[in-house]
């Protein structure tokens, strides 16, 4: 996306993430899904393990409540759960772009987390 973040309508361009909360019975990981035209988070996994299937559960979510989304671009970290084989073919299934910032441009997370 080019640190380019913005997008002229809905399911256009999504941002995506994982972060690691600390609960008094251990960790829990977050993977969130954000549309950029509305800033909602429009999917999203919770898991005690932070492995390709958080991410993929999340993308699966993101599509069964927005629809049609062929043609979106899933921008995200180098992670390597975005970069898992897995992760890539739901990508394909459900026909979204992925696209992942370069190194160490901590500003691409910026986004997400705001």
Not at 76 to 84: T, V
Not at 104 to 109: L, S, V
């Given at each position: 996306?080019?640190?380019?973040?913005?997008?002229?309508g809905?399911n256009?361009?999504?941002?995506?993430d994982?972060t690691?909360?600390?609960?008094?019975?251990?960790?829990?990981?977050?993977?969130?899904?954000?549309?950029?035209?509305?800033k909602?988070?429009v999917?999203?996994?919770?898991?005690?393990?932070?492995?390709?299937?958080?991410?993929v559960?999340?993308l699966?979510?993101?599509?069964?409540?927005?629809?049609?989304?062929?043609?979106?671009i899933?921008?995200?970290?180098?992670?390597?759960?975005?970069?898992?084989?897995k992760f890539v073919?739901?990508?394909d299934r459900?026909?979204?772009v992925g696209?992942i910032?370069?190194?160490?441009?901590?500003?691409?997370?910026?986004a997400?987390e705001?």
């Open positions: 996306v080019r640190r380019d973040f913005t997008a002229t809905p256009r361009l999504w941002l995506t994982i690691e909360h600390a609960t008094s019975e251990g960790k829990l990981y977050l993977c969130a899904i954000k549309d950029v035209f509305s909602r988070i999917g999203y996994s919770i898991d005690t393990r932070m492995k390709s299937r958080l991410a559960t999340a699966n979510n993101a599509v069964a409540r927005r629809g049609r989304v062929t043609g979106c899933l921008h995200s970290d180098r992670g390597s759960q975005f970069r898992s084989r073919w739901a990508l459900h026909r979204i696209s910032g370069r190194v160490g441009a901590a500003g691409d997370n910026a997400m705001s």
